[in-house]
């Protein structure tokens, strides 16, 4: 089965609020965390990453945070814009391959 | 620098034939992974090659075969078609087996 999956399928944002995307995992000797967008028609796009030994990491107008104690992983979006809306997947890197997650929609009003 | 380039970008074929995709790695990059995506999950792992050679495989059967050329570019074979195997076919190619992968648009394969 999928070792990694995220909370909730569908998330509904107001545009230039912050929105968090949510992401449990359950193997704990992965060490590289990926999230990646894809919009309709395209690939994956890569968001942010991170490896274990870090807690939080920042990147343009998004956050990734990995809490390996309960195995969860979150992305903050900050002051969403239309452009956000995608689907969103989380995924863990262990060896030589990705395993992700059903993903998150996201959806932002205008 | 060119990204990661599939063809062809859709394709409809008959259960029991049988499909070829392909992939040109991004410059610089020399490993390439092949993902299948059905609709409305997350891409699921089928093979990786790395230096023309197969470096790991997920739960896919058999018929599901792969090669990646000297210049790491790649081929995903796929025989006796199924229902099933109507999916996005993404591939994604990397320096080294381990992190920055960039993937492309997939091909979009439909089995009737």
């Known amino acids: 089965g999928e070792s990694v999956g995220l909370h909730l399928p569908t998330l509904s944002v107001q545009e230039g609020d912050n929105s968090i995307i949510n992401c449990a995992y359950s193997n704990s000797a992965s060490d590289y965390f990926i999230w990646y967008k894809q919009e309709s028609g395209k690939g994956p796009q890569f968001i942010i990453d991170i490896r274990s030994n870090m807690d939080k990491r920042q990147g343009q107008r998004v956050t990734v945070l990995l809490n390996k104690t309960v195995k969860h992983l979150s992305l903050q979006i900050a002051a969403t814009q239309p452009g956000d809306s995608a689907v969103y997947f989380c995924?863990?890197?262990?060896?030589?391959?990705?395993?992700f997650g059903a993903g998150t929609t996201v959806t932002v009003r205008a | 620098e060119t990204g990661v380039t599939q063809s062809p970008t859709h394709l409809i074929k008959t259960r029991g034939q049988q499909v070829t995709l392909r992939c040109s790695s991004q410059s610089g990059h020399n490993t390439v992974s092949w993902y299948q995506q059905a609709l409305g999950q997350g891409p699921q792992f089928i093979f990786q090659?790395?230096?023309?050679?197969?470096?790991g495989r997920g739960n896919f059967p058999p018929r599901f075969s792969g090669l990646q050329f000297p210049n790491y570019s790649s081929e995903l074979n796929v025989n006796a078609l199924e229902l099933d195997d109507s999916a996005l076919y993404l591939c994604?190619?990397?320096?080294?087996?381990?992190?920055?992968?960039?993937f492309g648009s997939g091909t979009r394969l439909t089995v009737v």
């Open positions: 995924a863990e890197n262990h060896d030589y391959k990705l395993s």
């Open positions: 090659y790395y230096r023309e050679e197969e470096n």
């Open positions: 994604a190619s990397s320096l080294g087996t381990g992190d920055g992968y960039t």
